[in-house]
């Protein structure tokens, strides 16, 4: 469904940083990668993940800003990945081929989880011990530099990289492909703390094959496991199917949303708020659409939903589903839908997270604590399954743009 493109430089046009549509150009670097659900997951899994991974970037963020981040500081439960995005990365010259989580919550490439790493002519090992703490796992292990393949002829060479020698919660992949903000970084090289990494996007930049450091995502929702149904685009906005115009917005301000992929929104169910502008991120790691608790409980009320004890995710009846109203996620000046089909999971799947087979399971969850703490949502693969996402290093701002699948019913 996505074939590998070759090599090709884009020039992108400078657009405006305020939320209004602009033309698509049709050039692409690709790379495609799998949607994958644990075997050892199950919803309860899920909704810690999601919710420990949320604490932990809270935790994270504000840290960076006290100016007291140690990365080797744990104290959140680890929970095995329940859904991961996944993408096949060469390293090594002849590379190895490295299955990793792609992650826009974190900026470090690491390897060595399943398939060991394997040092060629071009890795150099430069003996600086590197740890993260993702809340949903973790690694440590030592830094080396090496040639990195993200596609047929996408190379970047001298990439700083990871090699566990321990790492936890990444059963089903070999490590983490990082597109945060290099900020992220700080801190990893644990005995040069205020060290901040090159990353891959930054890389790919500098060293002159791409024009913009500018990444978009983008997925296709799926009712299979596994399934190759999204794709990586490095240095244009184009994906592989029709979108709608891109609207940009400037990154948030607002701590610790501002250390991530931070934007501010609102939330409206139907023509109710239920979320008043406040700040949050964009997250692939996110299986869930996240909200404040008191956003939760609006959403919770408004429905008619009920907590199901299974999976730790609201269900609804089906007469409930048939008036379900849209979500609306206010973004700049730009509303955006997610209809009732969107807010709930592919039935086909719910075996796998532990449910009811003809059970109707929404996707939007309790982040887990109330508005007001700066990091009020996480607009997870939920989200971005339905709306193509680009994040813009170059213009500090992050684009949103409807497709063929926002008002598809798939699930």
Not at 171 to 187: C, Q
Not at 207 to 230: D, H, L, M
Not at 245 to 255: A, N
């Amino acid at each position: 469904m996505f074939p590998a493109a070759s090599l090709v430089t884009t020039l992108l046009l400078i657009l405006s940083i305020v939320a209004t549509p602009v033309e698509v150009r049709t050039t692409r670097v690709t790379l495609p990668f799998a949607k994958r659900i644990s075997a050892n997951g199950g919803a309860i899994n899920l909704v810690k993940h999601d919710q420990a991974r949320a604490a932990t970037l809270k935790d994270r963020g504000s840290a960076i800003q006290n100016g007291k981040l140690d990365r080797r500081d744990g104290g959140i439960a680890v929970t095995n990945e329940a859904v991961s995005y996944v993408a096949a990365v060469g390293v090594g010259d002849p590379a190895t081929i490295y299955n990793l989580f792609v992650d826009t919550g974190s900026s470090n490439i690491w390897v060595g989880a399943g398939t060991p790493y394997t040092p060629t002519s071009t890795s150099m090992n430069t003996g600086e011990p590197v740890s993260v703490t993702y809340g949903s796992g973790s690694f440590s292990g030592e830094e080396w530099l090496d040639t990195v393949s993200l596609c047929s002829g996408l190379t970047i060479t001298g990439q700083s990289i990871g090699v566990a020698s321990t790492s936890s919660g990444s059963s089903g992949v070999d490590g983490i492909l990082g597109l945060g903000p290099e900020s992220l970084t700080e801190g990893t090289l644990t005995d040069e703390p205020d060290t901040l990494i090159p990353t891959v996007t930054q890389n790919l930049y500098t060293q002159g094959t791409i024009s913009e450091e500018v990444v978009g995502v983008f997925f296709a929702p799926t009712t299979t496991e596994p399934f190759t149904n999204g794709e990586l685009i490095f240095g244009s906005t184009d994906p592989s199917g029709d979108i709608g115009g891109i609207s940009y917005v400037p990154l948030t301000t607002t701590s610790p949303s501002s250390f991530y992929w931070g934007i501010n929104q609102s939330i409206m169910y139907g023509s109710d708020t239920v979320l008043a502008e406040t700040a949050g991120i964009v997250d692939t790691g996110t299986t869930l659409i996240l909200i404040a608790s008191n956003a939760y409980s609006a959403y919770q009320s408004a429905t008619g939903a009920t907590l199901d004890d299974n999976t730790g995710l609201l269900q609804l009846t089906t007469a409930q589903y048939d008036v379900l109203q849209n979500l609306n996620f206010n973004i700049g000046s730009v509303a955006y839908a997610l209809i009732p089909n969107g807010q709930i999971w592919p039935r086909s799947l719910n075996t796998y997270i532990g449910g009811t087979t003809d059970a109707i399971y929404s996707i939007v969850n309790d982040i887990g604590s109330p508005s007001g703490e700066g990091l009020d949502f996480i607009n997870g693969q939920a989200f971005l399954e339905r709306f193509y996402c680009v994040f813009d290093s170059t213009n500090h701002r992050i684009g949103f743009a409807t497709t063929n699948y926002t008002d598809a019913t798939t699930n």
